[in-house]
């Protein structure tokens, strides 16, 4: 009797447990325009479209929790302000601030790295947070 009352718990619970581990795609973007800045000099690079691919921004949903897939599944805070979704790394090392617009969504990704700062300003595939 206790075997099938634990198998019956471990049924029930089994998909709630899936569910909450679904890895969703929220945010899949290309990248278009980088600036790079230091303390010795700044500026705006366009990207080729090797470097476009190498620097795609994805960000995941797993259960209640947001993940910067593209830099190390950082985990990310997620807010709205007006017509933005800003993601937030919860340790300061960058955001993710995207809008949508009549017929796209642009985005823009940046990162902080010491004293240096890396900005990649985009168009995302969508949007779904």
């Not at 290309?30 to 960000?59: C, D, H, M, W, Y």
């Not at 947001?66 to 990310?76: A, G, I, M, P, V």
Request: net charge positive.
């Amino acid at each position: 009797m206790i075997k099938q009352i634990s198998a019956l718990v471990i049924l029930l619970l089994t998909p709630a447990i899936c569910i909450a581990q679904q890895e969703i795609v929220v945010l899949k973007g290309t990248p278009i325009i980088q600036n790079k800045s230091s303390v010795e000099e700044s500026g705006n690079f366009p990207l080729t479209e090797s470097q476009q691919a190498e620097s795609r921004l994805i960000i995941t949903k797993k259960g209640q929790k947001y993940y910067w897939t593209t830099r190390q599944d950082r985990e990310l805070t997620k807010h709205e302000s007006g017509m933005y979704t800003i993601f937030l790394e919860t340790k300061g090392a960058g955001y993710v601030k995207a809008m949508k617009t009549a017929d796209k969504v642009i985005y823009m990704e940046h990162l902080s790295i010491g004293l240096e700062t890396i900005t990649y300003w985009g168009t995302a595939d969508y949007l779904k947070p």
